[in-house]
């Protein structure tokens, strides 16, 4: 049983910064890439950024050198530092994690129930 859990969401007014959090737990063998994807009302979840083990990061034009995705990997957890936040960030913020929970089984995406991100102008 694996479970990831984001925490950080909320309310915060134009040009303002967050910071959300993702922690994965339970029957973890390693975990390869996690990210940060959204889904603002009536459009499709778009990814926001990634993050491999290494450390290697991805992001989408929309966010490029506003957003910041780092993790933690002893604590299984990533992080998303959002700062200069504008009225089209808003949206549901979910957390991705590419899991295996044994050294012979592949790694399966896992999603957390994602967390409120509102800017208001």
């Known amino acids: 049983q694996v479970q990831v859990v984001e925490s950080g969401g909320g309310l915060v007014q134009f040009g303002g910064s967050l910071r959300l959090s993702c922690a994965a737990s339970?029957?973890?063998?390693?975990?390869?890439?996690m990210g940060w994807y959204r889904q603002a009302p009536g459009k499709q979840r778009e990814l926001v950024a990634t993050i491999t083990s290494g450390g290697s990061t991805n992001y989408a034009d929309s966010v490029k050198g506003r957003f910041t995705i780092s993790r933690h990997n002893a604590k299984n957890t990533v992080y998303l530092q959002m700062n200069s936040l504008k009225p089209e960030d808003t949206a549901v913020y979910y957390c991705?994690?590419?899991?295996?929970?044994?050294?012979?089984?592949?790694?399966?995406?896992?999603w957390g129930q994602g967390t409120q991100v509102t800017v208001s102008s």
């Open positions: 991705n994690a590419a899991i295996a929970t044994t050294g012979w089984t592949p790694e399966y995406d896992y």
């Open positions: 339970g029957r973890i063998f390693s975990i390869n890439a």
